[in-house]
């Protein structure tokens, strides 16, 4: 009997297929939608998408995850019927109508894999830079070299970038155009009007239902009627004053006369609006926009104006992918109550001469890391960031000594310098403001669950503070 050498080898045995070195996890709606965090060990994700909704939520999981062993993985969809969803559209490495498919496909995994090994690992301090760059990685893995807007209904803004807004529920979109905004000005992406959108001035949504409404009484319940002005008399009224129950013809209430011709003996010069609700008759309605989602009713020159552009990668944005890139800005410094690095280094600099002049005074450094930050700040926008990190330094500065000092090294990592402390009391203070902070997110952001970690270290008099800072750094993220 006659086989097909390629489709001998390929089983499905327990979800996984071993095919070319490679073993393809088969995803199905056997396997739980809550958790899919065991599949992240294998080389390539088949998903089966006959039920759209319940690829979608496993393919969004997949490439809206923060490691890029799972966001970088192969995806393949297997029975991917014609959907309108731009993310299951554009967030897959390929089609497959039948598992003898693997053969083509586990081509197209190892190319991804290599180029997976070249990408540059380096975390960028701020979460616009960690977000740009999970998308230029993605890119790059996959040869894409636009951000394109595609039209989704599901959008609050009317479109989505679906290699960056998968990182973002469909409310979140605005953030994904400030996003886009960082990145035009850190020079990665190069933009090219495609479109432009107005939004709620309240809450950023796009979703809005314009009307004329009742310049006296901003009711939209009006009729409107042609006014006529009719030549010979020169009186001007109303349709319905010319009109009568019987037939179609038009005579005039002033001065008796059948209208003849538009244009000859009559005109239409403009329209009168008439407010069912206020009763008073008005020629220029307002136009108003009622957004569906927080019911504010604007005017709609009050509307903010957003670009929606084509952005393509300029040569900076190219090569970040595979050599990382430094962002400009570091927006942390400036916060109240806080020192920046530089003068942090410059500090410890004396505080250590001090300690090497008097050795009974002890000084301890702490370095303060909120693990899993970004998954907040990514919901709670830039602005709730920075209230956040000024809360944050109000509780500590609360108790720490005011010669003490709190520097930002980026909007997760932390540095403290806490005077005439010992270690043991440093350890003490830091679990105190740990509990703290923990409760003050917790309280104020939702019931969030901050990982926040710490080192402390206590000042040695004979080494350098440059050093002691980069030893205590290392030895907590080695
Ligand atoms: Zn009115
Ligand atoms: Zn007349
Ligand atoms: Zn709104």
Same mark, same amino acid.
């Given at each position: 009997?006659?086989?097909?050498?390629?489709?001998?080898?390929?089983?499905?045995?327990?979800?996984?297929?071993?095919?070319?070195?490679?073993?393809?996890?088969?995803?199905?709606?056997?396997?739980?939608?809550?958790?899919?965090?065991?599949?992240?060990?294998?080389?390539?994700?088949?998903?089966?998408?006959?039920?759209?909704?319940?690829?979608?939520?496993?393919?969004?999981?997949?490439?809206?995850?923060?490691?890029?062993?799972?966001?970088?993985?192969?995806?393949?969809?297997?029975?991917?019927?014609?959907?309108?969803?731009?993310?299951?559209?554009?967030?897959?490495?390929?089609?497959?109508?039948?598992?003898?498919?693997?053969?083509?496909?586990?081509?197209?995994?190892?190319?991804?894999?290599?180029?997976?090994?070249?990408?540059?690992?380096?975390?960028?301090?701020?979460?616009?830079?960690?977000?740009?760059?999970?998308?230029?990685?993605?890119?790059?893995?996959?040869?894409?070299?636009?951000?394109?807007?595609?039209?989704?209904?599901?959008?609050?803004?009317?479109?989505?970038?679906?290699?960056?807004?998968?990182?973002?529920?469909?409310?979140?979109?605005?953030?994904?155009?400030?996003?886009?905004?960082?990145?035009?000005?850190?020079?990665?992406?190069?933009?090219?009007?495609?479109?432009?959108?107005?939004?709620?001035?309240?809450?950023?949504?796009?979703?809005?239902?314009?009307?004329?409404?009742?310049?006296?009484?901003?009711?939209?319940?009006? =009729?409107?009627?042609?006014?006529?002005?009719?030549?010979?008399?020169?009186?001007?009224?109303?349709?319905?004053?010319?009109?009568?129950?019987?037939?179609?013809?038009?005579?005039?209430?002033?001065?008796?006369?059948?209208?003849?011709?538009?244009?000859?003996?009559?005109?239409?010069?403009?329209?009168?609006?008439?407010?069912?609700?206020?009763?008073?008759?008005?020629?220029?309605?307002?136009?108003?926009?009622?957004?569906?989602?927080?019911?504010?009713?604007?005017?709609?020159?009050?509307?903010?104006?957003?670009?929606?552009?084509?952005?393509?990668?300029?040569?900076?944005?190219?090569?970040?992918?595979?050599?990382?890139?430094?962002?400009?800005?570091?927006?942390?410094?400036?916060?109240?109550?806080?020192?920046?690095?530089?003068?942090?280094?410059?500090?410890?600099?004396?505080?250590?001469?001090?300690?090497?002049?008097?050795?009974?005074?002890?000084?301890?450094?702490?370095?303060?890391?909120?693990?899993?930050?970004?998954?907040?700040?990514?919901?709670?926008?830039? =602005?709730?960031?920075?209230?956040?990190?000024?809360?944050?330094?109000?509780?500590?500065?609360?108790?720490?000594?005011?010669?003490?000092?709190?520097?930002?090294?980026?909007?997760?990592?932390?540095?403290?310098?806490?005077?005439?402390?010992?270690?043991?009391?440093?350890?003490?203070?830091?679990?105190?403001?740990?509990?703290?902070?923990?409760?003050?997110?917790?309280?104020?952001?939702?019931?969030?669950?901050?990982?926040?970690?710490?080192?402390? =270290?206590?000042?040695?008099?004979?080494?350098?503070?440059?050093?002691?800072?980069?030893?205590?750094?290392?030895?907590?993220?080695?």
């Amino acid at each position: 009997m006659a086989m097909n050498t390629s489709t001998e080898n390929i089983k499905v045995v327990d979800h996984k297929i071993n095919y070319n070195n490679l073993v393809f996890y088969v995803i199905d709606t056997t396997n739980s939608i809550l958790n899919i965090d065991h599949t992240m060990g294998y080389d390539a994700i088949i998903l089966d998408a006959s039920d759209p909704e319940y690829a979608r939520i496993v393919l969004k999981k997949i490439r809206s995850h923060y490691n890029p062993e799972f966001y970088l993985k192969p995806v393949f969809l297997l029975n991917f019927k014609e959907t309108k969803d731009p993310l299951l559209n554009n967030m897959h490495d390929g089609l497959m109508t039948s598992y003898d498919q693997v053969v083509s496909m586990s081509e197209v995994a190892k190319r991804i894999f290599l180029k997976t090994t070249q990408l540059d690992n380096q975390l960028i301090p701020s979460f616009e830079g960690q977000t740009v760059k999970k998308v230029l990685n993605y890119m790059y893995t996959r040869d894409i070299r636009t951000l394109k807007p595609i039209v989704d209904l599901n959008s609050s803004i009317g479109y989505t970038y679906p290699e960056l807004s998968i990182n973002f529920t469909n409310t979140e979109e605005p953030q994904v155009l400030e996003i886009l905004e960082w990145a035009d000005r850190e020079g990665l992406i190069w933009p090219d009007f495609y479109e432009r959108v107005y939004l709620c001035n309240n809450c950023n949504s796009g979703a809005l239902s314009y009307r004329e409404v009742c310049p006296h009484c901003n009711s939209a319940n009006s =009729k409107s009627e042609d006014l006529v002005h009719h030549f010979p008399c020169a009186y001007i009224g109303p349709i319905s004053d010319f009109q009568n129950n019987i037939d179609s013809s038009l005579n005039c209430p002033k001065c008796n006369k059948t209208l003849r011709h538009i244009g000859i003996d009559y005109d239409k010069p403009s329209v009168i609006h008439h407010c069912n609700n206020c009763d008073q008759n008005y020629q220029d309605a307002f136009i108003k926009s009622k957004c569906l989602s927080c019911e504010d009713d604007i005017d709609v020159k009050y509307l903010v104006p957003k670009t929606v552009n084509i952005y393509k990668l300029t040569r900076k944005g190219r090569s970040a992918a595979t050599s990382g890139f430094l962002s400009s800005s570091l927006e942390v410094d400036d916060i109240f109550g806080t020192i920046n690095m530089q003068t942090l280094r410059i500090m410890l600099h004396y505080e250590l001469e001090k300690v090497k002049e008097s050795p009974a005074q002890k000084t301890s450094i702490a370095l303060v890391h909120l693990e899993n930050i970004f998954e907040l700040y990514n919901k709670i926008g830039k =602005k709730g960031e920075r209230k956040l990190l000024e809360e944050l330094v109000a509780v500590v500065r609360e108790n720490i000594k005011s010669s003490d000092v709190i520097a930002f090294e980026s909007s997760s990592t932390l540095y403290l310098m806490l005077t005439n402390t010992a270690s043991e009391n440093a350890e003490q203070k830091l679990k105190n403001l740990t509990a703290l902070t923990e409760n003050l997110i917790k309280k104020n952001f939702n019931s969030f669950k901050v990982n926040l970690l710490y080192k402390v =270290k206590m000042l040695d008099a004979n080494k350098k503070a440059e050093v002691q800072l980069q030893e205590l750094s290392k030895d907590f993220f080695a």
